[in-house]
């Protein structure tokens, strides 16, 4: 039978976070999920930690080389079967409880496409969203599967995300949950932000609009002392 939610994890040498989030998920009390973990370009041991908490399971372990979140991601929704997708990174972990009362939401909201909740930020306030503020990343939100569709993300070496979300947004059928769910691990040392903000990416890869905002996050990003 189909699951409720897949969980897509791309992983990429993760191993020093991997097991607080892996334990995040497979500890919620709501089990009608499959989880989907995508080891790209690991060589750590990340790959051994995933044949750990998939061993003897139904879940779905993936091994890529793309070195892009997003193509990982991508591998993920090809696999996924559930009716609603979650999303997670591999620094990141959920929060208790958090399965069970987005299915919970979603039961009550029967004509939605996304779900948006809140979130807690390292070193900062826990965030919530709303029609007037919907952060534009993935993680933050379950998915309606047939609402993807086969729309995926693109091919780039970061900002996947705010691509794809700046695709499928005006278009979505919203409701909000007004409680953090979800633990962003934001500005961790060698993550994503981390670098942009260091000016380690070329912005160039991006079309003009997406440019516009990856500029205003990075700018952003280096006018804060996290």
């Given at each position: 039978?189909?699951?409720?939610?897949?969980?897509?994890?791309?992983?990429?040498?993760?191993?020093?976070?991997m097991?607080?989030?892996?334990?995040?998920?497979?500890?919620?009390?709501?089990?009608?999920?499959?989880?989907?973990?995508?080891?790209?370009?690991?060589?750590?041991?990340?790959?051994?930690?995933?044949?750990?908490?998939?061993?003897?399971?139904?879940?779905?372990?993936?091994?890529?080389?793309?070195?892009?979140?997003?193509?990982?991601?991508?591998?993920?929704?090809?696999?996924?079967?559930?009716?609603?997708?979650?999303?997670?990174?591999?620094?990141?972990?959920?929060?208790?409880?958090?399965?069970?009362?987005?299915?919970?939401?979603?039961?009550?909201?029967?004509?939605?496409?996304?779900?948006a909740?809140?979130?807690?930020?390292?070193?900062?306030?826990?965030?919530?969203?709303?029609?007037?503020?919907?952060?534009?990343?993935i993680?933050?939100?379950?998915?309606?599967?047939?609402?993807?569709?086969?729309?995926?993300?693109?091919?780039?070496?970061?900002?996947d995300?705010?691509?794809?979300?700046?695709?499928?947004?005006?278009?979505?059928?919203?409701?909000?949950?007004?409680?953090?769910?979800?633990?962003?691990?934001?500005?961790?040392?060698?993550?994503?932000?981390?670098?942009?903000?260091n000016?380690?990416?070329?912005n160039?890869?991006?079309?003009?609009?997406?440019r516009?905002?990856?500029?205003?996050?990075?700018?952003?990003?280096?006018?804060?002392?996290?």
């Amino acid at each position: 039978m189909k699951k409720f939610f897949s969980v897509i994890v791309p992983v990429h040498n993760a191993a020093e976070f991997m097991r607080k989030g892996m334990d995040s998920i497979f500890s919620q009390d709501f089990k009608d999920y499959e989880a989907i973990i995508i080891c790209d370009a690991c060589t750590d041991e990340t790959e051994y930690i995933v044949n750990e908490y998939t061993a003897y399971t139904h879940h779905k372990k993936l091994f890529t080389d793309y070195g892009r979140a997003g193509m990982a991601r991508n591998a993920g929704l090809d696999a996924a079967e559930g009716e609603w997708i979650l999303f997670m990174d591999d620094d990141d972990w959920y929060l208790p409880g958090a399965f069970g009362k987005i299915a919970t939401e979603l039961d009550r909201h029967k004509d939605i496409d996304i779900l948006a909740y809140g979130f807690e930020w390292k070193h900062m306030k826990t965030a919530y969203q709303s029609e007037a503020r919907i952060y534009p990343a993935i993680w933050n939100k379950a998915w309606r599967r047939e609402f993807i569709g086969d729309e995926r993300f693109p091919d780039w070496i970061h900002t996947d995300d705010l691509g794809f979300a700046k695709k499928m947004h005006p278009r979505a059928r919203f409701a909000f949950l007004h409680e953090a769910l979800y633990y962003y691990n934001f500005m961790r040392v060698g993550s994503v932000s981390d670098k942009i903000r260091n000016g380690e990416y070329d912005n160039n890869q991006f079309p003009d609009d997406v440019r516009a905002a990856a500029e205003g996050y990075e700018r952003w990003l280096k006018s804060k002392e996290f």
